[in-house]
């Protein structure tokens, strides 16, 4: 059966009724059609397959304020009329990532961060070296489309990745009403939270300045990379007991940490890892996927810390 490419103007609800039962006997239970808003024209993914492009337009339609001017969240590999067999979710869409992709017969993944070693994944300065070409020709060959959604899914109006960190420490209940950042706990010890972090997040080690003993019930969570300068000014707006944060420039917040306790304020950091502190966020977006995507294997694939201590 064919459809014609142009819109199909309905003249009444009565008219728009007729056609869509009309349309879905005549394709049965192969066929899935989404309103596409106030222009009435209907976008069908036969046999619930799915392109890149669907599911990439599907996420960033439920993003405030999107699609935005300028972002990072383009297409890193392949394109967007890919026919999507399965979708990885993970941090980095690391050799390895890839790997398990093909073995998952998956080809779209979609990763938080970048995946050419720079962040707005500028190749032009390793066009001739190896570890580029290797991963590079290992998705085309693949034929897999890789997908930044970094701007995106922070920017939902419940930032993705804090959700799924929330979700996975277990912390809903302690939210803070008036700012998702801060969380406040009965007293428990420095080293008692994060005995819980570790746990709960599968990290092996984290690093902090602080006293062990020392009780807490304040906390400012900031996964990721927020920068120096917003890490204090958030740390002088909220006065925690402890920072639990994803990365920081050694000269920055350390630094400011260390004097602030010099100076007699009992203040604690505790610094999990850029990775840790926002791989649940690939999780919660697998969730996402496996409910607004049907008939799509969604897959979250850590990619793990590529640092370790000695």
């Known amino acids: 059966m064919k459809f014609p490419h142009n819109p199909i103007p309905f003249r009444d609800d009565l008219n728009r009724r007729s056609f869509m039962s009309t349309l879905t006997k005549a394709l049965g239970s192969t066929v899935l059609l989404t309103t596409a808003g106030a222009s009435d024209v209907y976008s069908i993914q036969y046999g619930n397959e799915w392109t890149v492009g669907q599911v990439m337009d599907l996420f960033i339609k439920e993003v405030p304020g999107a699609p935005f001017g300028q972002t990072v969240d383009t297409l890193k590999s392949g394109d967007r009329n890919i026919r999507v067999t399965g979708i990885v979710t993970t941090m980095f869409a690391t050799v390895e990532v890839i790997r398990k992709a093909i073995d998952l017969n998956a080809n779209f993944i979609i990763a938080h961060e970048p995946t050419f070693y720079n962040h707005l994944d500028d190749t032009s300065w390793l066009a001739d070296d190896p570890v580029f070409l290797f991963k590079s020709d290992l998705l085309k060959k693949n034929n897999i489309a890789v997908w930044r959604n970094h701007d995106y899914i922070h920017r939902l109006t419940s930032d993705g990745v804090r959700a799924g960190v929330v979700r996975q420490l277990q912390w809903e209940k302690f939210v803070d009403a008036g700012n998702p950042n801060v969380f406040g706990f ?113 897959t979250h694939i850590p990619a793990g810390n590529s640092l370790m201590f000695a």
């Open 186 to 298: 009965p007293p428990l010890s420095l080293a008692t939270l994060i005995e819980q972090v570790k746990r709960r997040l599968g990290i092996p080690t984290v690093r902090y300045i602080g006293d062990l003993s020392k009780s807490c019930k304040k906390i400012l969570l900031m996964p990721g990379a927020s920068g120096g300068r917003n890490q204090i000014t958030a740390i002088g707006r909220e006065k925690p007991d402890v920072v639990l944060c994803g990365e920081v420039s050694e000269w920055e917040t350390a630094e400011y940490v260390r004097d602030a306790r010099a100076k007699g304020h009992d203040l604690a950091l505790v610094v999990l890892g850029h990775v840790a502190s926002e791989e649940p966020g690939s999780a919660f977006l697998a969730g996402w996927l496996k409910e607004k995507v049907p008939g799509v294997d969604a």
